[in-house]
């Protein structure tokens, strides 16, 4: 089947006790047993329930990987993979992260005597450099968060392949209607489901897809032992988010597209980040691993603090908030939002500037939300 279709079939056959079409919500803590050892597959919502188990193995199908695993938040998905490090172990990471994993690795993990060396993932030779007899893991963002930059998936994963090394690729900003990094041999995918994949910013979730069944049954133990998994009602709306990603994802991108060209023409942006530019510096190698571009542009506005704030205040289709991926257009400004646990010297480093501005691009008519960008950058 195609990737519309198993959006929309795979996981979710009618209910066999009612033949509901649409499937229910088990809002069930614990399962009745037949006899002691006996169930129907199910015991205690916490190690699994029908409803999260239906969105477990639709999020798998759209991935092409064997095993889902649904969790409470993108950071809760983060924590159980992470879980499988130990002391005195080593992680590679790029300087472009979501802060909040930037702020998992630095403040939980580090403590606890995991070390992370960060870095250029767009370097080969400090990437192979980077690697020392205790690295067990690499982590892969991208597109990144802000700066959208994109990193050669295949290429990571054939260094750490060389290096018996873990490859995690966060595949939240491209979803898996865009790029699928299990097939490009990644051992692990996760996402913030909150974004893209449920995609009405009414529920928060994370997830993790694998192949290797191994890998699988480790992160399934942190997943019931840690206990951050997705409520029955938050997997149901995630699942009826995710029957439309396919469509949603289409337009946007086109969307994105008339953004970032309508931007970069405007005579108060200094810069246009958007991966479908065939000015970005990473836009080979996402025409090469990627289907499609994405609905985020980031852009640098002429001015700072004081001329981003006076924009941002006056937007009116767009909504100055955190988060990104739903249908309605969102502003945030990564500095003092997402990236606000970031050191300055490395948010300069990166990019992450007072004047920068991340923009998810919704779904509503093109023309108004560059009529709506227009009318604020008049402002200042």
């Not at 066999?16 to 006996?38: D, K, N, W």
């Not at 983060?78 to 992260?97: C, K, N, Q, T, Y």
């Not at 994963?157 to 490859?167: A, W």
């Not at 953004?259 to 996402?286: C, D, M, S, W």
């Amino acid at each position: 089947m195609h990737f519309e279709t198993r959006a929309i079939r795979v996981g979710q056959e009618p209910d066999e006790a009612t033949g509901a079409t649409i499937v229910p919500i088990y809002q069930t803590s614990t399962f009745t047993q037949e006899e002691i050892g006996r169930n129907k597959g199910f015991e205690y919502t916490r190690s699994g329930n029908p409803t999260r188990a239906a969105l477990e193995a639709c999020l798998a199908s759209l991935e092409e990987g064997k095993y889902g695993l649904s969790f409470a938040s993108g950071l809760a998905a983060e924590h159980a993979v992470l879980s499988m490090l130990r002391p005195g172990d080593h992680v590679i990471a790029p300087f472009d992260l979501y802060g909040g994993t930037y702020r998992l690795f630095t403040q939980v993990l580090e403590p606890m005597n995991i070390r992370f060396t960060f870095l250029d993932f767009t370097d080969p030779v400090k990437l192979a450099s980077a690697f020392l007899p205790e690295t067990r893991m690499a982590w892969i963002e991208t597109p990144t968060n802000p700066t959208l930059k994109i990193f050669d998936i295949a290429a990571i994963v054939n260094e750490c392949h060389r290096h018996n090394v873990l490859s995690v690729v966060d595949n939240t900003f491209a979803t898996p209607y865009f790029q699928k990094p299990l097939s490009l041999e990644a051992d692990i995918v996760v996402h913030s489901t909150t974004k893209y994949i449920n995609g009405h910013s009414d529920v928060v979730g994370g997830a993790v897809v694998v192949n290797d069944k191994v890998i699988w049954n480790k992160v399934r133990f942190y997943q019931n032992s840690i206990g951050g998994v997705s409520s029955p009602f938050d997997a149901w709306l995630t699942l009826r988010g995710l029957k439309t990603l396919a469509v949603r994802m289409q337009q946007h991108e086109r969307n994105a597209f008339a953004v970032a060209r309508f931007l970069q023409k405007h005579p108060k942006i200094e810069g246009v980040l958007y991966p479908g530019l065939e000015g970005h510096p990473g836009y080979n190698t996402a025409k090469k691993q990627m289907t499609g571009f994405g609905g985020l542009v980031s852009v640098y506005l002429k001015g700072g603090f004081s001329e981003v704030n006076l924009f941002l205040k006056n937007l009116k289709v767009f909504s100055l908030a955190e988060s990104l991926g739903g249908v309605e257009s969102l502003a945030n400004y990564s500095t003092r939002m997402t990236h606000a646990s970031y050191p300055e010297k490395l948010k300069n480093q990166i990019g992450i500037t007072d004047n920068l501005v991340r923009l998810s691009v919704g779904l509503e008519h093109a023309d108004d939300l560059t009529d709506d960008l227009k009318q604020a950058l008049a402002k200042f």
